[in-house]
């Protein structure tokens, strides 16, 4: 039956000529093969949301009146709500893990470099996009830690000299965090940012598949000097499979997460209420806003929180510039960026841990 | 200032024997001397007593605080004189009607002067009541005080002198968490205290209630300080036979259901004080269901006999108090486990608060000792413990159950992937 398919689509398609590249598509292997999955796992990850995040919208409701309501009855009484909500969110921070784990494998593996700046632009880009995928997301259900976590963290884009402010009312549908602002974080939610992430991430697979696995450096200077030792691998079907796998054990851990750690609902939204003490936000934007914590007041003569959400746009700007700074040769590799990259690690895992224990 | 001290010199001695300054800027200056004395700033009298030792000293930085200083009254305004001259001698001429120290007997009358005078009130503080010396009048205080008695309060032993301050102000004297310490100032002190016929040990007491935990420690300002029961300026012990009213004006459920009761009438026959009968008076303890028991803190028993009919009553009030509070702590537990659990129950445990009021309804009410009062709230608690308590065992049924689901998946993922496995090695063999 299934070559029967086949056929038919070989008549019509040239199925056959359309999947060759597939076929031919090699990965190589070597000990540090296993980081090539990690773009595979945060794509799964990715199918899962946007599954999860379908189903949700059967229930969901926007707006200040209905959504934590409506998130309350999918977590009761909804068969398979919980289950559902829970691998959403469970789904989101894991991909969030997973990608800026990919992020910095390819850093460190050196992947980035020509041919592939494109690859790590748009990757760059997925990135972000999917941290504003976290923040839009975390209001919906309309509960207090959203609540103000977003008002917290709109207040800091206000912070941007000029467009700051525009920028905050604009995200916020007027001055404060209200109604507005939940159906406008829906709309960024489950249509804009969706539409911008489908063809950012077509694009970054379409690169990938082009341009093929890199190889790190130091392997590719044996390799090329002895290309017998050269190892692959098919990925059709040898690696996919092995993929597969990879996913398999992510949808366990999913399961195993959302079934002993259902995501919390906490407690609806009252905009006249007081802030929780000691609101942080998500643990991915922790080390920005402890870092904005430690900045003082003032910084000379320019307020500290304004420096920096500028410090941080610049640094935003830069990496995804990263890969115009490096040499294309093995031989020339910049040892500062690897250093870069080191530091940048240290200091991400260091804020968030710090932030995670400050009071 | 060196010419006024100077010349001051030789007055000092004489008038430091005629003794401290008094007062009362709580009396602002009467009525006829307003024009004279409201809005009068400049004030002579402090340059010099603000150099002198206690008890003439008042100085610029404590009379500024005093709430009539800073309505614009000077020291003239009370103890009249000339504040506009820089002569000690005009300034404290009997002529421009300096009246020197204050004598305590003229206290109230002074200080009345003003504030019994509702036009001249009116002008600071229209709220501001008028009826403290008349209410002093019918005090205790202002009765022993008539007949004679001058160790018995004034306005200045409460107020303070020369920096009086505004109840609603946390640093005066009469501010409700600092209005028993000022009483205890007296009523504390048993050498003060000798030959009135009142125990010393209230403050003791009442530093050991409720009322006191509330107010100083939770910052209650509601909750009752001795004013509360006592009234303030026409303070007296509330009457055996008025308890009752005083209590109910904060504990207005408690007093409804105790009229209903027999005790109401018993305790009247017998010229007991109503609530205090059972829950003492300075000292008063948060209240327990023990109060209803037979053990170390109950009071049921201190009048009734084991085994007779109130008795009886009195057992099964409080079985039917333990039994809701008993479901309450159960479903209490569950629903704390199933949410710790990770399970929604938040409107179980939302309705637990309607269990809770309903055990907090049913104490209320036994102070109508009528066990069906009670019993309809009782069976209204147990009705709502008992469905949160089934919704928390669903809320545990549904974990296992889905425990058990992630177990099978778990089971069946790894099936798969000892298969997939499997088929690696063979296609790579």
Not at chain 1, 13 to 25: N, Q, V
Not at chain 1, 45 to 56: D, E, P, R, W, Y
Not at chain 1, 213 to 228: D, F, H, Y
């Amino acid at each position: 039956m299934f070559a029967a398919i086949r056929r038919w689509l070989d008549e019509r398609f040239d199925w056959d000529d359309l999947i060759a590249p597939l076929r031919h598509k090699t990965v190589p292997t070597h000990r540090l093969s296993y980081w090539y999955f990690l773009g595979g796992i945060t794509l799964f990850l990715f199918v899962i949301q946007v599954l999860t995040g379908i189903l949700l919208l059967l229930y969901y409701r926007p707006g200040a009146n209905e959504a934590f309501e409506s998130v309350q009855y999918i977590m009761t009484r909804v068969r398979f709500g919980w289950l559902i909500r829970s691998i959403h969110s469970w789904s989101a921070n894991l991909m969030i893990f997973t990608a800026f784990a990919h992020m910095f494998s390819v850093l460190f593996l050196k992947a980035y470099r020509k041919p592939r700046e494109l690859t790590w632009i748009s990757g760059v880009l997925l990135l972000f996009l999917v941290m504003g995928f976290g923040f839009s997301g975390y209001l919906l259900p309309w509960n207090t830690l959203a609540y103000f976590a977003t008002t917290v963290g709109t207040a800091i884009t206000g912070q941007v000299p000029i467009v700051g402010r525009p920028m905050m009312i604009f995200l916020r549908g007027g001055p404060e965090v209200t109604g507005a602002t939940l159906t406008r974080f829906f709309g960024f939610h489950v249509a804009v940012l969706p539409g911008i992430a489908t063809v950012l991430l077509l694009l970054h697979l379409l690169l990938v598949q082009r341009l093929g696995m890199s190889i790190p450096p130091k392997l590719e200077v044996q390799w090329t000097a002895n290309p017998s030792a050269r190892r692959e691998m098919k990925f059709f079907p040898n690696f996919l499979l092995r993929e597969l796998m990879a996913w398999y054990v992510a949808l366990g851990a999913l399961g195993a997460l959302a079934a002993v750690f259902p995501w919390d609902l906490g407690v609806k939204a009252d905009p006249f209420g007081s802030a929780p003490a000691g609101i942080k936000p998500e643990w991915y934007f922790l080390f920005m806003f402890q870092t904005l914590k430690l900045i003082p007041s003032k910084v000379w003569f320019v307020d500290g929180e304004v420096l920096g959400v500028l410090g941080f746009g610049l640094v935003g700007l830069l990496w995804l510039l990263l890969p115009f700074f490096e040499s294309d040769q093995p031989s020339h590799m910049k040892r500062w960026i690897t250093g870069l990259a080191v530091f940048a690690l240290a200091y991400v895992a260091g804020m968030t841990a710090y932030g995670y224990l400050a009071k | 200032m060196a010419i006024l001290r100077n010349k001051l010199r030789p007055f000092s001695a004489a008038y430091v024997g005629l003794a401290g300054i008094v007062v009362l800027a709580a009396c602002l200056g009467c009525g006829q001397s307003y024009g004279q004395s409201h809005g009068q700033t400049t004030n002579s009298c402090l340059d010099c007593h603000s150099a002198l030792p206690d008890p003439l000293g008042v100085t610029q930085e404590k009379f500024s605080q005093d709430i009539h200083a800073q309505q614009g009254l000077t020291c003239a305004s009370c103890h009249g004189g000339d504040p506009t001259s820089d002569d000690p001698d005009k300034a404290m001429s009997r002529k421009a009607g300096w009246k020197g120290k204050i004598d305590r007997k003229q206290v109230t009358e002074l200080c009345g002067s003003c504030h019994s005078d509702p036009a001249y009130i009116r002008q600071f503080n229209p709220s501001l009541r008028t009826d403290q010396l008349s209410q002093y009048r019918t005090s205790v205080h202002g009765k022993r005080f008539a007949a004679g008695d001058t160790k018995v309060a004034v306005c200045t032993d409460c107020h303070s002198v020369h920096d009086i301050r505004p109840p609603s102000d946390p640093r005066s004297t009469v501010y409700p968490v600092n209005v028993a310490k000022t009483c205890s100032r007296c009523h504390a002190d048993a050498d003060y205290m000798k030959g009135y016929s009142i125990p010393t040990d209230q403050f003791a007491k009442y530093s050991t209630s409720v009322h006191h935990q509330a107010l100083a420690v939770r910052g209650d300002l509601s909750a009752p300080t001795c004013s509360t029961c006592h009234g303030n300026h026409g303070a007296v012990p509330p009457g055996v036979d008025k308890v009752q009213n005083v209590c109910s004006n904060c504990h207005a459920f408690q007093a409804q259901m105790y009229e209903k009761s027999t005790h109401k009438k018993a305790f009247e026959a017998a010229s007991l004080p109503g609530c205090v009968v059972c829950h003492s008076n300075h000292g008063i303890r948060h209240p327990t269901d023990a109060y209803l028991g037979t053990g170390p803190d109950a009071v049921c028993m201190q009048c009734h006999s084991p085994g007779d009919a109130c008795d009886q009553a009195r057992a099964g009030l409080l079985s039917g108090l333990t039994q809701l509070d008993e479901a309450n702590k159960t479903a209490d537990q569950v629903l704390r486990v199933a949410e710790a659990s990770g399970m929604e129950v938040s409107e179980a445990r939302l309705g637990q608060d309607q269990a809770r009021d309903s055990l907090t309804k049913a104490r209320v009410a036994i102070h109508s000792f009528q066990k069906n009062l009670v019993d309809e709230y009782i069976q209204a608690g147990l009705k709502i413990a008992a469905k949160n308590l089934q919704a928390g065992k669903q809320a545990m049924v549904e974990r296992n159950y889905r425990r058990v689901g992630l177990g099978i998946s778990l089971l069946a993922i790894g099936i798969v992937l000892a298969g997939l496995r499997l088929y690696i090695k063979k296609i790579e063999s």
